[in-house]
């Protein structure tokens, strides 16, 4: 009997240290996943860095369920308690946040940023129960905060108007510029420390220091992260409400067809359409006949005009060949003239004296 629970004691052993090797390895891909997503320099909407994201995703949720089942964590306990193996566990959510935030579907972005905001809120409880680090952790989003006021950050639409306003945003201004300074000297312990860990000289002193420091450096990344969560889903709501007020609005009734204008053939078509719109026909093809008959416009009237023009053309022929006749006859009258309209021409340009039309 002894001997039975002393195997089933070795075979729960055996599972465990299984489950916390498969555990290391699933943070450990799932961390590199997103170190090269976030710094590769292919466009984040890329199929092959959607598919990343997802597997990346997929392998720290089940990191996550088994971390909880095997009850790594405890609020009964001190950070000093946790071992050092399993201070790296504690960026799991963190990681599921940013990787989270890292999809770029538009028609599912109000579920990610607030998946993400989950994930973050979950690492900063879990650091401020263990008193990693000193911040204030941000209000959730069902606390009650107002419309122009979200965790403590203030909207850009709210006016300034009175003195406390001025004194909250100095404070904020402060802060954010602290948090900033803070997380620059993190990375940079954290590059120093790196090289140490990537030797695999480090002993547990350097590995616990080094984790630390990361849990520090993304609850700076957290923080940030979560202000511009929450200015982005209020505006991602208000999109929302307007797509859902244009679809409720009616369609705008079509547009009636317009009427053709017709061409009246007789005087009872005139006096039905009547005067009407100036574009509509109002004028009989008869009308239009006799009309220009008055004024001697149609075709079969031109024949007069046609045969004054020939006389008219006839006439300055004849008066050309006078001029020729007497210039071969040595007219004096003709050549001076010929002189004289040649010497102005030489002194005037074409057109000279024309102010015809010209004011």
Known sequence: ??????????????KTDIDVQKLSELLDRGWKT?????????????????????????????????????????RNEDLEEV????????????????????????E??????????????????????????????PKSTNEGSSPDESDGVLSAAKPVTCPSDLVVMAVQRQSKIQCYRQKKELEAKLS???????????????????????????ITVCLEEIESIDQEMEILKKIGVLKQSETRAPAHPPRPPMKPFILTKAAVQT??????????????????????????????????????????????????????????MDDEDSLLKARNWDDWKDTHHRGYGNRHNMG
């Open 108 to 137: 599912k972005r109000l579920e990610f940023v607030q998946t993400s905001r989950a994930y973050f809120m979950d690492f900063l409880r879990r650091c401020k129960e263990y008193n990693v680090s000193e911040f204030e952790l």
């Open 271 to 328: 006096q039905v359409f009547g005067a009407g719109y100036p574009s509509l026909p109002t004028m009989t093809v008869d009308d239009w006949y006799e009309q220009h008959k008055k004024h001697g416009a149609l075709p079969d009237q031109g024949i007069p005009r046609r045969v004054a023009v020939e006389e008219d053309t006839d006439a300055k022929d004849r008066e050309e060949e006078e001029k020729e006749r007497k210039a071969e």
């Open 1 to 14: 009997m002894a001997e039975s629970q002393n195997s089933g004691g070795a075979a729960y052993l055996l």
């Open 192 to 218: 120093n420390i790196k090289r140490d860990i990537d030797s695999g000289q480090a002993d547990d002193e350097v590995n616990r220091d080094f984790y630390l420091l990361n849990i520090r450096r993304w």
């Open 34 to 74: 997103f170190e090269e997503v976030d710094s590769t320099n292919e466009p984040l909407g890329s199929n092959s860095i959607q598919v990343r994201v997802k597997r990346g995703i997929s392998m720290l949720e089940v990191a996550s369920r088994m971390a909880a089942q095997l009850e790594l964590f405890s």
């Open 83 to 106: 071992a050092t193996a399993d201070l790296k566990y504690l960026l799991l959510p963190a990681l599921l946040g940013a990787l989270t935030m890292k999809q770029t579907s538009r």
